[in-house]
């Protein structure tokens, strides 16, 4: 009735902050019945095709510039690279509106890759070297996060499993485990992407991802939930070729237009270029989103542990001959399968078996090959075909040429062949003594167990009470007194009249 609606937008109109979708905000008469003083567009990445998120929904907000011209508007994203950034100005109409880009660069975090072997065991191995702390571990899909859970608690672990299949009762229960620290102060949560959104605990020191994500985009999001207190933490992550052939086939089955599929396609290859790259990870993680890192950062698995490198002048040479003799125009399978000469009846059907570069690569076998291609890709010296699926042609002449002439040799790092493939497993330690070089881990550890039974009494998370950083330091220093208590970082006046005599306590049982 009329006098319904106009009680329900006199609410409206006494919000302070309303939180909404770009549906609903859309659909009905719900605009009209606002008096907004400000328009804060979330996640703004969404709106951007290239964006890793892409929602059709949220081009639609467009037309606030319209509806509101007085009203200000603000985008906001952590995660867009140069392209997304330039379609969320166009797309949202903020061409006079002021950018403010801070750094992409979360130097606390060591990125650690390892090669997909034994999965199980790689993992259980990471997580044996993280007891005591708190992480995420992602996985692709439902079925995978609660098999890994089980898993997990079987070896002992306090894991809890999340993903969008279960009651929300279940997921709230999760949650608030995870956030509190459950029996151990130390959980963890084996999730799908479901799980992220406005997750703020700061001790998180490690994130796992046993399944690629689906691009650096989301890769930088789910990893940057970790180390928020500016510790120490750790990014690891297992990767595989057997990830891509069902990454290729959830874009190639959904129902997004031709064009994005192309679009997601590229950013899978980004990816994928990240994980084969040789040298400092960081950097090429960086320059995905327009920023330059001078120098290797010496906290990636690219620095701290280099991989030796082959001379693959000739077999350059041989991939980028395949790809010009066979069109510029095929994909990585493919081209692999011309280079190791391949019988199949579609390399048959082509006429490729009756050229020259059929079967003149058989000194790499199949994922020493397709790790070269990905390499290449990476430099640049092959680049993705706009209107193709998957199919490489030649990047910049002046990167290419040299390289087929011989004049630019080309040194990486390759997987070792087949019979001698090593097995990668576990990760190394990041203590949070990398900070406080002289804390005892005892009693740290006593210090945790502390901070646990305080926040349980009160109902609250364990970093509410003290974050990571103030008992590392407590646990370096061993202040004495109340006045030494009071020059510990995150001790101000009001928690030092709370805690400071049981600290000073249990620092005292310890000395």
């Given at each position: 009735t009329r006098k319904e609606s106009s009680a329900a937008?006199?609410?409206?109109?006494?919000?302070?902050?309303?939180?909404?979708?770009?549906?609903?905000?859309?659909?009905?008469?719900?605009?009209e019945r606002l008096?907004?003083?400000?328009?804060?567009?979330?996640?703004?990445?969404?709106?951007?095709?290239?964006?890793?998120?892409?929602?059709?929904?949220?081009?639609?907000?467009?037309?606030?510039?319209?509806?509101?011209?007085?009203?200000?508007?603000?985008?906001?994203?952590?995660?867009?690279?140069?392209?997304?950034?330039?379609?969320?100005v166009e797309r949202l109409r903020l061409q006079d509106g002021r950018v403010f880009l801070a750094s992409f660069d979360r130097p606390n975090i060591r990125y650690l890759l390892r090669s997909k072997e034994q999965p199980a065991r790689q993992l259980l191995t990471f997580l044996e070297e993280q007891r005591g702390n708190s992480g995420i571990v992602y996985a692709r899909s439902r079925s995978r996060v609660d098999s890994v859970t089980a898993q997990l608690q079987a070896a002992g672990f306090e894991a809890v499993g999340y993903h969008a299949g279960m009651e929300t009762s279940r997921r709230s229960a999760a949650l608030e485990r995870f956030r509190n620290g459950g029996d151990t102060g130390a959980v963890v949560v084996v999730a799908t992407i479901a799980f992220g959104m406005g997750i703020d605990k700061p001790d998180v020191r490690f994130v796992a991802h046993v399944d690629l994500p689906k691009s650096l985009e989301a890769y930088y999001q789910e990893t940057g939930r970790a180390g928020r207190d500016g510790l120490p933490a750790v990014a690891w992550m297992l990767h595989g070729p057997g990830d891509v052939p069902q990454l290729r086939r959830f874009?190639?089955?959904?129902?997004?237009?031709?064009?994005?599929?192309?679009?997601?396609?590229?950013?899978?290859?980004?990816?994928l270029g990240f994980t084969d790259a040789p040298g400092c990870r960081r950097q090429v993680l960086l320059r995905h989103f327009g920023e330059q890192l001078a120098e290797p950062c010496g906290n990636c698995d690219g620095c701290l542990e280099p991989r030796a490198l082959s001379d693959v002048t000739v077999p350059a040479q041989k991939l980028l001959s395949a790809v010009y003799r066979t069109g510029q125009r095929f994909g990585s399978n493919h081209l692999v399968d011309v280079l190791l000469g391949a019988d199949t009846e579609r390399i048959r059907a082509l006429g490729h078996d009756q050229l020259s570069v059929h079967g003149i690569g058989t000194e790499l076998d199949r994922e020493q090959w397709r790790t070269l291609v990905r390499q290449l890709t990476g430099l640049g010296l092959l680049e993705p075909v706009p209107e193709g699926r998957g199919g490489l042609r030649f990047g910049a002449d002046t990167l290419v040429k040299p390289v087929l002439r011989g004049e630019q040799p080309l040194e990486l790092p390759l997987p070792p062949p087949r019979a001698e493939r090593r097995r990668a497993t576990g990760a190394s330690r990041l203590q949070p003594g990398d900070t406080w070089t002289d804390a005892d881990p005892e009693l740290v550890a006593r210090l945790k167990a502390w901070r646990t039974e305080q926040a349980r009494s009160q109902g609250v998370p364990p970093y509410v009470v003290f974050h990571d950083r103030t008992l590392l330091e407590l646990a370096s220093r061993r202040p004495g007194s109340v006045a030494e208590l009071a020059g510990v970082a995150g001790i101000g006046a009001a928690k030092l009249e709370r805690y400071g005599d049981a600290l000073l306590d249990v620092l005292a049982r310890d000395a």
């Open positions: 937008s006199d609410v409206y109109k006494r919000q302070q902050l309303l939180y909404v979708s770009p549906e609903r905000l859309l659909a009905g008469d719900l605009l008096q907004p003083g400000l328009f804060a567009i979330d996640e703004a990445h969404c709106v951007s095709q290239w964006g890793h998120d892409f929602r059709p929904e949220y081009i639609q907000l467009g037309v606030l510039a319209e509806r509101f011209p007085e009203v200000p508007r603000l985008a906001l994203t952590a995660t867009a690279d140069p392209r997304t950034r330039q379609e969320i874009i190639d089955d959904s129902a997004a237009a031709e064009e994005q599929k192309r679009i997601e396609h590229g950013k899978l290859d980004a990816l």
